[in-house]
């Protein structure tokens, strides 16, 4: 037979041969294994409803002040989607962080930077600039940054914040790890017509989703009670494409109603409690 006429060097090489088939075939599989996984993993929390901690993890073991770099610092720990936070203007055009209209007794469209940044937040931390944040964010690139741009006195003052906030994104490399919302739907277009590919969802709550497509908005981030009262709306939202947030959910029955619904993402002070649910 024919095998009896190989030699040592031909036998060596046909092992040689053997060995690299298997190899490789077996690098195949597991490659595709894996490839399989990583799809299956993303289809699944794809599927979830993603948590966003608002305005931080501010009410956590200890607790700390919202919006403040703690806050974030917080919610990048915890392994949330995202972490929302809100900007302003100062009078000078500088772009901090801060809910209310108010640090303070000043408000902080009518006084500069100066005269904010001499108070500082209730847990020690100076007053935040968007500079700031967005530097802490950075530092976590799974967590997304949440942004929502605070309505202005007029249309005018709403696009230089716009304006200023996509610049410092843009600058700071940040755009894949940035998402923005808006009480003003003027914001909104706004941000769409700078930088088409940034998403953007409306807080306001009395646009249906046939609406906010026909605006060119990427999702509706409603308060909870909007979708109570139209409940066809989140199931409608997704038919037509749209990312579906809900706020602020503090109430673990109302999350798990907006759950069964399907939504997509919901913004709420208790991250910890919804996380894992």
Not at 35 to 64: C, D, E, N, W
Not at 184 to 210: D, M, R, T, W
Not at 211 to 218: A, H, N, R, T, V
């Amino acid at each position: 037979m024919w095998f009896i006429f190989l030699n040592k060097s031909h036998i060596n090489y046909l092992y040689q041969k053997f060995r690299d088939f298997v190899f490789n075939y077996l690098n195949y599989i597991m490659k595709n294994f894996i490839l399989g996984l990583a799809v299956l993993s993303t289809v699944l929390m794809k599927a979830q409803t993603q948590i966003i901690a608002h305005r931080g993890y501010f009410q956590a073991q200890p607790p700390t002040t919202e919006n403040s770099i703690t806050s974030l610092e917080n919610a990048q720990k915890l392994k949330v989607y995202g972490s929302e936070f809100d900007v302003r203007m100062t009078k000078d055009g500088v772009l901090v962080i801060n809910h209310d209209e108010h640090h303070g007794k000043m408000e902080i469209s009518e006084a500069s930077f100066k005269e904010l940044e001499a108070l500082k937040l209730s847990n020690g931390e100076k007053f935040p600039t968007l500079k700031d944040y967005l530097k802490q964010g950075k530092k976590d690139p799974s967590v997304k940054l949440i942004v929502e741009i605070k309505p202005a006195k007029t249309p005018e003052i709403e696009n230089e914040i716009t304006q200023k906030t996509i610049k410092m994104i843009k600058d700071m490399k940040l755009e894949s790890q940035s998402e923005f919302i808006s009480f003003s739907l003027n914001i909104c277009k706004e941000i769409k017509k700078l930088a088409p590919a940034f998403k953007v969802q409306y807080l306001n709550g009395e646009l249906s989703p046939e609406q906010i497509k026909k605006e060119g908005l990427d999702g509706m981030d409603y308060h909870y009670s909007v979708f109570q009262k139209n409940p066809t709306w989140i199931s409608e939202a997704k038919t037509l494409g749209l990312i579906t947030n809900s706020w602020t959910v503090n109430d673990v029955a109302v999350y798990d109603e907006l759950k069964k619904q399907g939504i997509g993402f919901v913004t709420t002070n208790i991250p910890e409690q919804l996380k894992d649910k």
